[in-house]
């Protein structure tokens, strides 16, 4: 079994990693970890180190000799769906590289919500004919635009969840119920009375239906447009490189990883925004079907791309898959001890402040701790000087 799964290690390292392989294992010292597969679980079958050196991690950290890094990106950062998590990341990934991000104007976190982008949305730090690397906050998705700023060689990604926890979690943050004094079963018995209700009022930041959708550009006018929303789907389909999904997270940051062609470090990240299980509705299968049959351009979205991604786990292999996520959560918790000294309870949500989601307290001497914690309060001070030295 040893003689097999060295075989194994060996014939996947690069040259040089053969040497450096080769090196340690006749100075006697053993392997790091092997697991195998169990259904959806990684169990650990031992535990052998060389040295201090995590070969196979070495190897699952490394990128690919056949790809190339990327540093035009699009992330679609999608309403309700765990993005502030991939969004950190990203802001992360971008200030480690010294890449530039386009912000928008106004010291705002987020590009008006009730529009399309467009280029003109993002402050000036560059010259109008300049291209940034990177776009990351909220905003709708707009190919031509998003091309202006970019250019079309930008790879696109984004993360979607499914409708029914989208939709109560933004009921719940909006505080729907609060506005409207319905509560989400009685909303469900008239939903597009309560729709546009809220519409008409146009106090919130994107329409209570079809939330994923419409921050891919799809128009409220065409909810029920068959043939628009076919077509939303199949460009979709053919301008994204990558759609993660929320609830395989840490399969989605694997993903990433290769899409991005990047160290298995600058995708560690952690879950931001969480809330507490118990504020979260208790739905039954009849609720759960009105919002799935109201919300059905964002089912057929979630479904389309739920196996898509499925695809993509199985062709990037299952067993490689699950020795990567296991390297990826050995590592957070690595930067979690180092990096968080703290959990702490906030009060968020729009209107009335009562949702309560957990908060990390963080090492703020660490440099790289702050990246990882809240990237967002570096972000503008950061885009200064690159301005400054791109524009020379």
Avoid at 140 to 149: C, F, L, V
Avoid at 303 to 318: D, L, M, N, S
Wanted: with cysteine; charged share 25%.
């Amino acid at each position: 079994m040893a003689a097999h799964l060295m075989a194994s290690c060996y014939n996947n390292l690069r040259y040089r990693q053969r040497l450096i392989l080769v090196a340690f294992c006749l100075g006697g010292f053993g392997l790091m970890s092997v697991y195998t597969s169990h259904g959806n679980k990684s169990v650990e079958r031992n535990s052998l180190l060389i040295g201090e050196v995590e070969v196979i991690a070495s190897a699952t950290n490394a990128t690919n000799s056949k790809c190339s890094h990327q540093k035009n990106i699009l992330f679609l950062k999608t309403h309700k769906c765990g993005s502030t998590s991939v969004y950190h990341t990203i802001l992360r990934y971008g200030m480690k590289k010294s890449l530039s991000i386009a912000l928008p104007k106004q010291g705002n976190r987020w590009f008006p919500k009730w529009m399309l982008f467009q280029r003109n949305m993002v402050a000036p730090f560059l010259p109008d004919k300049d291209r940034y690397n990177i776009v990351c906050h909220h905003t709708r998705y707009n190919k031509a635009e998003i091309d202006k700023t970019l250019g079309k060689g930008a790879v696109r990604f984004s993360i979607i969840r499914d409708p029914v926890n989208v939709f109560e979690s933004y009921y719940k943050y909006y505080k729907i119920e609060n506005r409207i004094r319905v509560n989400l079963t009685t909303f469900y018995e008239d939903p597009s009375h309560y729709f546009y209700l809220l519409l008409k009022s146009k106090s919130l930041d994107l329409p209570a239906r079809n939330p994923m959708m419409y921050d891919f550009g799809l128009e409220v006018s065409d909810f029920d447009n068959k043939t628009v929303i076919e077509r939303k789907l199949k460009s979709i389909e053919k301008e994204f490189d990558l759609l993660m999904i929320a609830k395989h997270f840490d399969e989605s940051m694997i993903l990433l990883q290769q899409l991005l062609c990047c160290a298995l470090d600058d995708v560690v990240g952690f879950k931001i925004n969480s809330r507490f299980d118990n504020l979260k509705e208790i739905m039954n299968d009849s609720l759960k079907q009105k919002i799935r049959e109201w919300n059905w351009a964002d089912q057929l979205l979630y479904e389309r791309f739920h196996r898509i991604f499925y695809t993509k786990v199985q062709r990037h292999g299952t067993s490689k898959m699950s020795k990567a996520v296991s390297q990826l959560q050995r590592k957070r918790e690595k930067y979690k001890a180092r990096c968080v000294d703290g959990i702490n309870v906030k009060n968020i949500g729009k209107k009335v402040k009562t949702a309560k989601i957990l908060v990390y307290k963080g090492n703020s001497s660490d440099h790289e701790c702050q990246l990882l914690l809240d990237p967002k309060e570096l972000i503008w001070n950061y885009m200064s000087p690159i301005s400054v030295k791109q524009s020379s």
